[in-house]
């Protein structure tokens, strides 16, 4: 499986942006996903993560209620909806095959894609 992180950009606070995640090979639906972001200097933390039939979902406290994870399993892509951006939220975001671990851990890793939120 390979992953390929999409969507970043330069976004004013307040604003939103879609970050996906497309993935190549034919397993993609048999597998947890989950995003995670590594501001500068900072270690990389779990944001969100959805179970492999999309029924069961997490999110970290800091995005809960601003970030939606989904996927679409027939065109093997995960998806953050990223709302109300601040701009602690910049910083490279990855996506991931995640564990079942709570945080999710991640087991194999994709690019990342830069969002920077201005003031």
């Known amino acids: 499986v390979q992953l390929q992180a999409s969507g970043g950009g330069l976004v004013q606070a307040g604003g939103s942006l879609r970050l996906s995640c497309a993935a190549s090979g034919r397993t993609f639906s048999s597998y947890n996903m989950g995003w995670f972001r590594q501001a500068p200097g900072e270690e990389r933390e779990s944001v969100a993560a959805?179970?492999?039939?999309?029924?069961?979902?997490y999110s970290a406290d800091s995005v809960k209620g601003r970030f939606t994870i989904s996927r679409d399993n027939a065109k093997n892509t995960v998806y953050l909806d990223m709302n109300s951006l601040r701009p602690e939220d910049t910083a490279l975001y990855y996506c991931a095959i995640v564990d079942n671990s709570s945080p999710p851990r991640g087991i194999y890793w994709g690019q990342g894609t830069l969002v920077t939120v201005s003031s």
């Open positions: 959805i179970s492999w039939r999309g029924h069961s979902t």
